[in-house]
């Protein structure tokens, strides 16, 4: 840790010995304002841990909140209370686990909707057990732990989450989360395993959320299910978190600090209309600051820009394998009656370039779909130095060593070049993070042609630097085989030609390459080989000169009634 920390630090524990002293000083009413700035704290903070990055908006936090409360209200007497707060820790987990797998494959409004039947639906089982089981509507908490300690232990929970949000932030998880929110299917594709990630965060974020109900419960002497299981809450917390600013670690307290305040003198004073003041402030928050207070300090106050890293241009090729390197067997791929891919199959060689050419519509990214795992074949088989991959996750095929680009450019638009790089390398076969991924990332941004914008955030390049850096993003995955789709096209007559020679240099080192393409010079002038695709079949493979002069792909090309 440098010097430069050690005010921060010294600072940091003023605050933290002055928030300790609190309830030392203060009235019971500032203390129980104390105690729902800290909670919504832990709960805003928490909320955004996981849907600040992933953009996931949940609407699940009074569901753990709410088993949270009611592990105290059945285990409280029964066991010590370190032990109480971890059984509650663990149900929250287990709970957090099945939950998330079975709703992280949802995405937006699905994902809002079923967090939120999720939160009723747990209510209601609650409600079910208590009145058919237990016999009883609610339960009383009789602990001896006072409002002080209910306090403490919040503050105790506050410093714990923005710590863990701090270490996320710096580890390969919390990349993993932002290229997931930015792209998932890039995220895929660099080898994340994006349904891990996000239950990781998912089951993380609620933990702190049961253990703040668990530390709450002893305040309500008598819980029911209405009161543990309130969905204001839920909607609290993301009006707080998205106000402060959910994507980065102290925006949620910013806005946790004013709506606090806002929400106590509503509810003391307009207790009837508190529901309808709730929805303007979100309005207001959604219109006028839409991200957060911290969106807006960074709009006005913009963050010194990141000195560029030093370009060395070294590229390492990988060993070459032997026999060949991929074998695409009788495969077939239907969208319903259509057949997109019929019966293909062909091999490529180590240290080829393989052109994958044909008429619009013809199958040519289905195909590169199906290697690269975005789809699953309907028939045949796909082996990759001699493993078979057809069906397998994308993350799995890019960790094996298949890297791939996309027909549409698709980079990670709000993070850097070089962040764009670093997604690519950290997840890999041998990944790389820290200073090392920064050294690499900036090697291969020199590689395509962009060290002096490695600091840049990708959706201000230019459409061929874009492209370029898709490029170096496949190639950090240190790949076998290379997926290209059109990545030449849209490019000016220059930019073409140093798109050409780029890729005649990946040749020289080595990779393996498959390029669909619609620019006949660049075939003729990369590929030994090319399979051509007409309606989802091949009609030829061979050298560009023999298949380019073939009357059937000629046919292809300008179509049956021309021919
Ligand atoms: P190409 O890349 O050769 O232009 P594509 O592989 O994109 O062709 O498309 C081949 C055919 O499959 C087209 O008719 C296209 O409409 C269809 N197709 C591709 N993807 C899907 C999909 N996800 N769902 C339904 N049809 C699709
Ligand atoms: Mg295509």
Redesign the pocket.
Known sequence: MSLRCVPWLVLGGVILALLAAFPLAASGYHLALGISVLYYTVLATAWALFSGPTRYISLATVAFFGIGAYTVAVVGEMLPWPLVLLTAAGVGTVIALIVGLSTLRLSGIYFVIFSFGLAELIRQLVTWYEVNIHKSVGRYIFLPITQEQIYWQLLALAVLVLLTGWLIGRSRLGLALRVIGEDETVARHVGIDTTWAKLALFAISAVFMTLTGAVMAPRWTYIDPSIAFNPMVSFQVVIMALLGGAGALFGPLLGVLPLVFLFEILSANFPNYFSILLGVVFIFVVYVLPHGVVGFLQKHWPKAKLAPFNATPAFVASAEPRGALLDVDAVSRN?GG?V?VDNMSFTIQPGEIVGLI?P???????MLNLISGALVPSAGNIRFRGRDIAGKSPHTIARLGIARTFQLVRVLSSMTASENVIAGLAYRATPLWGAEAARHAAALLGKVGLADKAHLPADQLTYIDQKRLELARALALEPELLLLDEWLAGLNPTELGEGIALIQSLRDSGLTIIM?EHVMDAIRSLCGRCVV?NVGKKIADGPPATVLADPEVIRAYLGDSDA
């Open positions: 969208f259509l997109a044909g619009n519509g013809s199958g040519k990214t289905t669909v695709m």
